[in-house]
């Protein structure tokens, strides 16, 4: 999604909150939670899940095992949960024209970085960079060339654009900056 005018253009960039992440979330939660389930009732030696008797599952080594993996399962659900809800990832590119800046914003983890703001002056950039890199994970990025810090990504590296959408979105980038396209 993007707002654009002469001067200005902003294009808002979407974080965590998406459904795939929501499901695998979910997914991971209820299989650890299982896990554990399961671990658990090896040790009471009692049937907290209909599907697998206690007696079935000894405690030493199966039972620790399955424990261990819901509880590893839980802390990295937990982690997940946790950049969804703090929506790691979001932010924002503004190009201004007008004032001749550049401003590039995300929201990072809690802490002492959680606001990630960058500032260029628009004279700097030097260029757009399309970098593509076909295969079993094929990967398209839009970067920007800023004299004397660098490429600094644009796109997601998880977001698949198609060769032709990623195209475009240099092209009009670049006639709106007035750069060339590397």
């Keep these: 999604m993007s707002w654009r005018s002469e001067r200005i253009w902003i294009e808002f960039i979407r974080g965590s909150r998406k459904i795939s992440n929501f499901c695998w979330a979910f997914i991971l939660f209820l299989g650890s939670l299982g896990f554990l389930v399961v671990g658990t009732s090896s040790y009471l030696g009692r049937d907290l899940i209909s599907l697998f008797p206690a007696q079935q599952i000894i405690f030493f080594p199966q039972g620790i095992v399955m424990s261990f993996y819901g509880i590893a399962g839980l802390f990295i659900s ?3 949960w946790c950049t969804i809800l703090w929506n790691v990832g979001s932010g924002y590119d503004r190009f ?3 004032e001749g800046i550049v401003c590039i914003f995300r929201w990072g983890f809690p802490g002492k970085n ?3 703001l960058l500032r260029f002056l628009m ?3 030097q260029s757009i960079r399309i970098e593509v890199k076909e295969g ?3 990967r398209r990025v839009l970067y920007m060339e800023i004299r004397g810090q660098g490429a600094i ?3 997601r590296t998880d977001k698949n654009l198609t060769p032709r959408e ?3 979105k240099a092209a009009e980038l670049s006639y709106f900056l007035r750069v060339p396209i590397e």
Excluded: G, N, V, W
């Design 78 to 80: 937990s982690d997940l």
């Design 123 to 125: 004279k700097d950039i």
């Design 153 to 155: 990504p644009l796109t």
């Design 166 to 168: 990623i195209e475009q």
């Design 96 to 98: 201004d024209k007008k």
């Design 136 to 138: 079993i994970y094929a």
């Design 114 to 116: 959680r606001r990630i």
